[in-house]
């Protein structure tokens, strides 16, 4: 469903990434690991086509990736960029307005499932509350990527939690890839059918979880640890 | 359901373990339903394709059926059931002999230590 060939991306001098050549599969939950700058961002936001590749190609249903696979792909930043000033309630509606995919009924199930109260002003939510706001936003759209860059990062255990819970609850296993990138392993590493591992901008390794499991007898962290030590 | 699965083994295989075991113990009977894929996906904490994984694993092995349109259901054959709570059995028994080798207790040491202890366990249960 989504095909790096040979990507290099380059940022005036720095290379944030090299030669990635990486194929994603539909009906996965797929997770992106690495240390700070190591790539994680860009390769999502390559996906997303918000940036573009410096070599080399990123597709998606064999189609080149270009700034309209919005209307594929859901992405949730790292940054918070919503209107301060609207409720939870107009928030989601001006993303309905937005997003033709987008389904209301579907964000307002979600919205109950996380206990967030839709008349509260964005800017009086907590930070788990705003990380909640974040998932109901990408969940509620019915695109087959959905695309999470630090989902769990800043959040309490809860509501990690809930956010968890609320993946598996939502996200059609069936139809929809989901890519998220996180520090937060332990939380994930149940729900995660494969890993992916970038190091200084080179892909290092790519595994399906349960075969490294049978395999090796090894869980995701013991994995990360051979490869980051 | 909210005990945790081990990281390092795969999670169908844990999760079809825990079924299992479940039905030999009878907290699933025979003809019960399974939770739906995505139920149990939920209350166990994994992916739902681990989960349907599992179910696939225990359909083959015939412990559950799955109904078009209705759910998976655990099976009333009786010789599969047996055969199941011979094999878990085993299995058991296997994994603690084992260690007890690796320990170096003799056979007559073991069978003479489960017996006074089936014994002891007898009179206080």
Do not use: C
Not at chain 1, 192 to 210: F, M, P, Q, S, T
Not at chain 2, 70 to 84: C, K, R, Y
Request: proline residues 3%; charged residues 30%.
């Amino acid at each position: 469903m989504i095909e790096f060939k040979d990507v290099t991306k380059r940022y005036m001098t720095k290379t944030a990434l090299r030669d990635v050549n990486l194929k994603l599969d539909k009906g996965k939950i797929i997770g992106l690991v690495g240390l700070n700058g190591a790539g994680k961002s860009t390769t999502m936001k390559l996906i997303a086509g918000l940036i573009s590749p410096t070599k080399g190609s990123v597709e998606l249903d064999g189609k080149k990736v270009t700034r309209r696979m919005a209307s594929k792909v859901s992405y949730l930043s790292e940054l918070d960029e919503y209107y301060s000033f609207y409720t939870v309630q107009q928030t989601i509606d001006f993303f309905a307005t937005q997003f033709p995919d987008f389904n209301k009924e579907k964000a307002e199930e979600i919205r109950a499932y996380m206990n967030l109260d839709a008349n509260t002003k964005v800017k009086h939510l907590s930070k788990g509350n705003r990380g909640r706001l974040k998932i109901i936003l990408t969940l509620s759209r019915e695109v087959p990527v959905l695309l999470m860059d630090e989902p769990l990062s800043g959040l309490d255990p809860l509501v990690r939690d809930s956010i968890v819970k609320g993946l598996i609850t939502f996200v059609d296993t069936q139809k929809q890839l989901v890519l998220l990138s996180t520090h937060q392993i332990m939380e994930v590493e149940m729900i995660l059918d494969e890993v992916i591992a970038i190091k200084d901008g080179v892909l290092v390794d790519h595994r399906d979880v349960e075969e490294l499991r049978y395999d090796e007898q090894k869980g995701i962290l013991e994995w990360m640890s051979s490869i980051y030590e | 359901m909210t005990d945790t699965f081990q990281s390092s083994q795969p999670i169908y295989l844990q999760l079809a373990d825990r079924l299992n075991r479940q039905i030999v113990s009878g907290e699933l009977k025979p003809g019960d339903k399974l939770p739906s894929v995505r139920e149990m996906a939920v209350s166990s904490k994994v992916n739902p394709n681990t989960v349907q994984r599992t179910y696939r694993e225990l359909e083959a092995s015939g412990i559950v059926e799955s109904r078009r349109g209705q759910g998976t259901f655990v099976t009333e054959n009786e010789d599969i059931l047996l055969s199941i709570r011979e094999k878990l059995k085993q299995e058991q028994i296997e994994n603690f002999i084992q260690v007890m080798h690796d320990m170096g207790y003799q056979n007559q040491e073991i069978t003479e230590g489960l017996q006074t202890y089936l014994e002891g366990g007898a009179r206080h249960d």
